[in-house]
C-alpha cells in the first residue's frame, strides 16, 4: 500500500449513489494523476491523503485505486486559499477567500471554527454573511462526521446532506436505532443502501425487522409501476428476492415440509409473524378479491376506500342547483344563429353534466371536449354558478386557460398545499366553495391526488372530470379515471367523432389510426402535412438526424427549438433520454457558460430542466419544466426560471432535476410542444405499447417527427398489454371486495 497526500484538482467522474468518483490529485507543482476511489464528499481545491495502489485500466491507462481517501485541512496559504474559494463554505468565494487568508494568513481556520466573531473585522463581513458562514461552517463538520459515519458502515457518504437536513444532530442516532427509516423518509436512499448499512451495523439477516421492512419496501417498491396493491404469495417471492433469502424462496416454492430444515421453518414463523405484526400496527391490509388475497399499506388502503366513499356521497347527495334540463336541451339541438353547433355524444354529455354530480368527458384529439366544456360554461355563467377549473400540472391548466378562456390553476394551487403543516389547506373539514369543478386531463391524476381533490369538494358540488382514457396510465399509483369509468358510477360522455378542422391533420388522422391499431400514414389527404416518419435502423445515427431537423427543418416550417421536445420511450441506451440529452445540450447550447456537474448531467445556463419528484416547500412538482437562469458557485445554489416563479436549489438538491432538451413519453402527459422528436427502436422493446405512441403524438401541437424502425412502431401499435395496474377503486366504487 503507498500513501499520496495531494489537492483535488477536479472530478473526472461522480456517482453519488454507489459513493464512486474519479478525481484529479495534484500531488506536486507540475504533476497529477488520475485517483479512483469511494468518496465523493470531497471537493476540488481540497487536501486529501489517499491510501491504495497503481492499477493500469485497460481503457484509461494508469491510475491510483485508493482503498481510504481522508481529508486533510491545508496549512499552507496557498491551500487554504484553494480551500475556501471552492464553496463549499457558503458565503465564502473567492472574493473573501482572498479576503480571510489576507487578513489571518495560516490561521484563518482556527479563526472561523473558534473565533467566528473576528470574521467581521474583514470588510464586507455584515452581520448576515457572519451569520451564514458560522452557520455554514458548523453544518459542513456535522455533515462531515455523518459522512465518516456512512463511509466506516459501507454506504455511500454522498446522502449525507440529505440526513442532516432531515434529521439534524440526531442522525447517527436514528440511523443506528433504525436504518431502514431511510429508504421510507429521504428520497433518494434505497432499501438495498439501508440494507447494508443495517447488515454492517449488525442487524441479522433473518431478522423481523428486517423482514417487515422489506415487506415493506416490496410493496412500495410496486407503486413505482402504478400498482398500489401486491399479491400475496408475489408479495412473498419478491420479499425474498430482495432481502436475499434464496434458499427460503426455494422451500416455500416446493412446498414440501419434509425438505424443510430447522432454518427455514424457523424463517417461515419469522415471515408470518412480521406479517401479523404489520397488520396489528395498521401498516398494511390484506383484501381478497375472487379468491385470490392481496397486501397493501394501510395508507393505500385507506385511500381507494375514502375516495370511493366520499364519491358515493356525492353522487346520493342533492344538488343546490336547479336547471330547466328540457329548455337547455331543445337550446342545444336547435343552437342559434352564429353559436357552434354541437353533436348527440356533445349534447348528451352537457345534459349528463348538469343533471349527475359526478360525469366523465372522454375523447381522442379533435373529437370536440373543448367545445363541449365552453358551451357548457357558458350555460353556467348564464345562470351565474360558480365553477373552478383545474388540472394536474402547471401546462395542462395553461392549456385549459387558453381553450377555454377561463382561469385554470393546478390541483395543487387549487387546493393550497401548506408547507408547514405538510398537507393541503382545502380538505373534508374546509371544502372549496364551489358549485361546478371541472378537471381536465384526469387520466393524469393518480389515486394519491385524486384523494386530496376529493377530499376537498362539498356534497353539494358537481365534479366534472375531463381526459382521453386512451392514453398513458398516470406516472403516479393507481388508475383513477379508467377505474372511475369501469365502475358504472358516473355518467360517461364516449366522443368519438372527428371534426372535419381537426381531420385536415395529419396528427390527429394518425392517432385515431394508431388508436384503432392501424400503421400511422404520410401521405393522407390531410391538408396539414404535419406528421413525417424518418426511417433509421441504426440509433447511433440519431444525433444526426436531431441536427437536420433541429437546424433545418424546424427553421423553415417556423418552430423555436424552445418549443420543441424530445419524447422517448425509455433513459437509458443510445436513444434514452440521458444520452439523447447530452446530444441535444451540445446542439443546442454548445457555448461555454457557468455550469455544474451532477452525476450523468452537465447544468448550464439556458439549459431546460425538469423536476422529478413533487418539493411541497419550494411549490415545484413532478414534471415541471424550467430553465437554469442562474449558477451561483459561492453560494451553491442554482435559480431555475419556471413559467410562474423563480425557485432557487441548492446544489445537494440537484438530484431533484434532470435536463429537459429530452424527457420520457410518460413525463410528457398533460403537455403539448409546438413540436415533438419521437426515436422509436427495437431496443425499446420492453416498454413500446400502442398507448405510449399515441401519448407521444398527441402532445405535438404543429409537428411530429418519428425516427427510428418501421418494425418498432408497429410492435408498439399492435401491443395493447400493460395497461392493467392492480388497483381496487372499482371494487370499492360498486362494493365488490372482502377486506381486513
Not at 486559499?81 to 482556527?110: E, Q, W
Not at 440511523?175 to 429521504?186: C, G
Not at 395508507?299 to 370511493?308: F, G, M, T
Not at 365553477?387 to 391548466?397: H, I, K, Q, V
Request: glycine fraction near 6%.
Amino acid at each position: 500500500m503507498e500513501t499520496l497526500n495531494g489537492t483535488v484538482e477536479r472530478f473526472l467522474f461522480q456517482d453519488s449513489e454507489k459513493g464512486f468518483c474519479v478525481f484529479l490529485l495534484k500531488v506536486e507543482r507540475e504533476t497529477s494523476i488520475v485517483v479512483r476511489a469511494h468518496a465523493v464528499s470531497f471537493h476540488p481545491g481540497q487536501d486529501v491523503e489517499v491510501e491504495g495502489a497503481w492499477v493500469t485500466h485497460p481503457k484509461f491507462g494508469k491510475q491510483f485505486d485508493a482503498q481510504s481517501c481522508n481529508a486533510t485541512l491545508p496549512t499552507s496559504i496557498l491551500g487554504l486559499r484553494r480551500y475556501l474559494s471552492s464553496g463549499m463554505i457558503k458565503g465564502i468565494g473567492k472574493t473573501y477567500a482572498d479576503k480571510l487568508v489576507n487578513a489571518f494568513g495560516t490561521t484563518v481556520l482556527d479563526v472561523i471554527d473558534k473565533h467566528p466573531e473576528r470574521l467581521s473585522e474583514v470588510s464586507g463581513i455584515g452581520p448576515k454573511r457572519l451569520e451564514q458562514i458560522i452557520t455554514a461552517w458548523k453544518d459542513q463538520k456535522d455533515i462531515a462526521k455523518i459522512m465518516v459515519f456512512l463511509q466506516e458502515k459501507g454506504a455511500s457518504p454522498a446522502y449525507a446532506t440529505k440526513i442532516y437536513k432531515k434529521y439534524g444532530t440526531s442522525s447517527v442516532a436514528i440511523v443506528t436505532e433504525n436504518p431502514y427509516r431511510l429508504a421510507e423518509e429521504i428520497w433518494g436512499i434505497g432499501f438495498k443502501m439501508a440494507d447494508l448499512l443495517a447488515q454492517n451495523l449488525g442487524f441479522e439477516k433473518n431478522s423481523a425487522k428486517r423482514i417487515k421492512a422489506g415487506i415493506i419496501f416490496a410493496i412500495t417498491n410496486a407503486t413505482t409501476f402504478g400498482h398500489l396493491y401486491v399479491e400475496l404469495d408475489e408479495l412473498k417471492k419478491k420479499t425474498f428476492e430482495l432481502l436475499e433469502l434464496s434458499s427460503f424462496t426455494k422451500a416455500i416454492e416446493d412446498s414440501s415440509p419434509q425438505r424443510e430444515s430447522s432454518e427455514e421453518l424457523e424463517l417461515q414463523a419469522t415471515l408470518k409473524r412480521s406479517f401479523h405484526e404489520l397488520h396489528e400496527a395498521q401498516k398494511i391490509k390484506l383484501v381478497t378479491y375472487q379468491d385470490k388475497h392481496y397486501v397493501t399499506l394501510a395508507q393505500h388502503y385507506h385511500v381507494e376506500k375514502n375516495i370511493a366513499a366520499k364519491l358515493d356521497t356525492v353522487i346520493k347527495h342533492y344538488s343546490t342547483r336547479s336547471f330547466d334540463v328540457d329548455a337547455i336541451y331543445q337550446s342545444l339541438r336547435v343552437p342559434k344563429e352564429g353559436e357552434v353547433e354541437l353533436n348527440e355524444a356533445q349534447q348528451k354529455g352537457i345534459i349528463d353534466c348538469l343533471q349527475a354530480k359526478v360525469s366523465v368527458i372522454t375523447g381522442g384529439p379533435g373529437t370536440g371536449k373543448t367545445t363541449l366544456i365552453k358551451k357548457l360554461l357558458g350555460i353556467l355563467d348564464g345562470l351565474q354558478i360558480s365553477y373552478r377549473l383545474a388540472a394536474p400540472t402547471g401546462r395542462a391548466a395553461k392549456r385549459m386557460m387558453e381553450s377555454t378562456g377561463r382561469f385554470a390553476v393546478t390541483i395543487h394551487r387549487l387546493l393550497e398545499f401548506n408547507p408547514h403543516t405538510m398537507s393541503f389547506t382545502y380538505n373534508e373539514q374546509n371544502s372549496l366553495k364551489v358549485d361546478y369543478l371541472i378537471i381536465d386531463e384526469a387520466s393524469m391524476i393518480d389515486s394519491f391526488l385524486a384523494y386530496a381533490l376529493v377530499k376537498s369538494v362539498p356534497f353539494t358540488a358537481h365534479i366534472i372530470f375531463i381526459g382521453d382514457v386512451d392514453q398513458l396510465p398516470p406516472v403516479g399509483a393507481g388508475n383513477f379515471l379508467r377505474d372511475l369509468i369501469a365502475s358504472n358510477m358516473a355518467p360517461v360522455a364516449k366522443l368519438s367523432y372527428i371534426f372535419r378542422q381537426a381531420q385536415n391533420s395529419l396528427i390527429t388522422y394518425n392517432a385515431h389510426r394508431i388508436n384503432k391499431g392501424e400503421m400511422p400514414v404520410s401521405n393522407a389527404e390531410c391538408t396539414l402535412q404535419d406528421y413525417f416518419f424518418i426511417a433509421e435502423e441504426d440509433p447511433a445515427n440519431l444525433p444526426l438526424h436531431l441536427k437536420k431537423i433541429m437546424h433545418g427543418l424546424l427553421p423553415r416550417f417556423g418552430i423555436s427549438a424552445k418549443d420543441t421536445l424530445v419524447l422517448a420511450p425509455m433513459n437509458r441506451g443510445i436513444a434514452g433520454t440521458q444520452k439523447l440529452n447530452q446530444d441535444m445540450q451540445l446542439l443546442l447550447n454548445p457555448e461555454k457558460k457557468p455550469q455544474v456537474q451532477r452525476l450523468f448531467s452537465i447544468f448550464k445556463i439556458d439549459d431546460p430542466v425538469m423536476q422529478i419528484r413533487n418539493n411541497y416547500d419550494k411549490h415545484v412538482f413532478n414534471g415541471d419544466i424550467g430553465t437554469i437562469s442562474k449558477i451561483d458557485e459561492e453560494d451553491k445554489i442554482m435559480t431555475i426560471t419556471f413559467p410562474e416563479k423563480d425557485v432557487e436549489y441548492d446544489f445537494s438538491e440537484l438530484d431533484e432535476l434532470i435536463l429537459a432538451y429530452a424527457i420520457s413519453i410518460h413525463k410528457s402527459q398533460g403537455s403539448e410542444f409546438s413540436a415533438v422528436i419521437i426515436p422509436l427502436f427495437m431496443q425499446h422493446f420492453t416498454l413500446l405499447q400502442r398507448n405510449l405512441i399515441y401519448t407521444a403524438l398527441t402532445r405535438a401541437k404543429k409537428y411530429c417527427f418519428i425516427v427510428g424502425q418501421y418494425k418498432a412502431l408497429a410492435m408498439a401499435i399492435k401491443n395493447t398489454k400493460g395497461t392493467e395496474r392492480l388497483t381496487f377503486l372499482t371494487q370499492f366504487l360498486t362494493s365488490d371486495l372482502t377486506c381486513r
